[in-house]
């Protein structure tokens, strides 16, 4: 069964800084891409970044220049550094993964205040 759990979200002022983790277990972790979504409430799921297999990676436009996405393949852990962080950026972060359907994670909640 693949599982992922994220962590690493929290409360920060803005201007400030945050890393989340998604570890993940029960596929080949390396052979995947690995997406960051997030959600606030009343709306749907938001692509943020994503990594592929091979490490190329790409964002939204509103997150780019600030976040970056990364993947350690011996630990099966992705990465999303975020910096310079906004109120808008303000919702619960979910890790994605896609093989036969899509799996997520519980979700961790990043919260910036003003």
């Known amino acids: 069964q693949v599982y992922l759990r994220e962590s690493g979200g929290g409360s920060v002022q803005a201007g400030g800084s945050l890393r989340l983790s998604c570890k993940a277990s029960?596929?080949?972790?390396?052979?995947?891409?690995i997406n960051w979504y997030r959600q606030t409430p009343g709306n749907e799921r938001e692509f943020v970044a994503r990594?592929?297999?091979?490490?190329?990676?790409n964002y939204t436009d509103s997150v780019k220049g600030r976040f970056t996405i990364s993947r350690d393949n011996v630990y099966r852990t992705a990465y999303l550094q975020m910096n310079s962080l906004k109120p808008e950026d303000t919702a619960i972060y979910y890790c994605?993964?896609?093989?036969?359907?899509?799996?997520w994670g519980q979700g961790t909640q990043v919260s910036v205040s003003s």
């Open positions: 994605n993964v896609v093989l036969s359907r899509n799996f």
């Open positions: 029960g596929l080949n972790f390396r052979l995947y891409p």
């Open positions: 990594i592929s297999s091979e490490g190329s990676t």
